[in-house]
């Protein structure tokens, strides 16, 4: 069964940081470009960030890049988002996403974690 | 940025009836290789997201044959030929041609 289990989610201040980490399983994970995708309360889904399968290239929305980072460890089937400068706008659920090696869609999600920017 | 506009926002349905949802893009979705990237996403309560449609018209495994998409270039639907209770959550059409964007989603329930 495929799973992906974020965590590392929490209320942080503005300006802190944050680490949060998703535990692939169910899938070989390192064949997998994988993608963070956030929703704020009452909005629609955004995507933050992809990261190739060897972890060689990353690729972020303007929203993010330049604080947020991605990364991964393939030994450990671990997708990683660091986020630095955070602001209230960040709230949101975070999402761990696989990438279909099929033709780039986001097929499968997991639960979310949940960041809360606020002092 | 390709912008995904879908109508309606809400749609309250009766059991057994037929349910429609509209996804407008603000530019063409069709690769050079003939194929739309455009999926669809249902968001039910308390659930991650699952994917029901991909490139504009391919059931995922395990959806059910009453979801049903179509559409090219900058038009696609979503159709539930008969809406069961289990259908109700957010629906979403997502655009994996241009990275990814999502339309504001579409709230299904029942009526």
């Known amino acids: 069964e495929m799973k992906l289990v974020e965590s590392g989610g929490g209320l942080v201040q503005p300006g802190g940081s944050l680490r949060l980490s998703c535990a692939a399983s169910?899938?070989?994970?390192?064949?997998?470009?994988m993608a963070w995708v956030r929703q704020a309360p009452g909005k629609g889904l955004e995507w933050l960030a992809n990261?190739?399968?060897?972890?060689?290239?990353?690729f972020y929305s303007g929203a993010v890049r330049g604080r947020f980072t991605i990364s991964r460890d393939n030994a450990e089937n671990a997708l990683f988002l660091q986020m630095n400068s955070l602001r209230a706008e960040d709230t949101a659920l975070y999402y761990c996403?696989?990438?279909?090696?099929?033709?780039?869609?986001?097929?499968?999600w997991g639960q979310g974690t949940l960041v809360t920017v606020s002092s | 940025e390709i912008v995904l506009t879908q109508s309606p926002l809400s749609l309250p349905v009766t059991p057994g009836e037929p349910a429609s949802i509209s996804c407008k893009s603000s530019?063409?979705?069709?690769?050079?290789?003939?194929?739309?990237?455009l999926d669809w996403l249902l968001h039910k309560p308390g659930q991650s997201p699952q994917v029901l449609i991909y490139?504009?018209?391919n059931r995922a495994s395990g959806v059910p044959d009453r979801f049903s998409g179509t559409g090219s270039g900058t038009d696609f639907t979503l159709k539930i030929s008969r809406v069961e209770a289990e259908d109700v959550g957010v629906y979403y059409c997502?655009?994996?041609?241009?990275?990814?964007?999502f339309g504001q989603g579409t709230k299904l329930e029942i009526q």
């Open positions: 169910g899938f070989i994970f390192s064949s997998h470009f």
């Open positions: 530019q063409s979705v069709l690769h050079t290789n003939g194929l739309n990237y």
């Open positions: 990261i190739k399968q060897d972890g060689s290239e990353q």
């Open positions: 490139l504009g018209s």
């Open positions: 997502m655009q994996s041609l241009q990275w990814y964007t």
């Open positions: 996403v696989r990438v279909t090696t099929a033709y780039g869609g986001l097929d499968f």
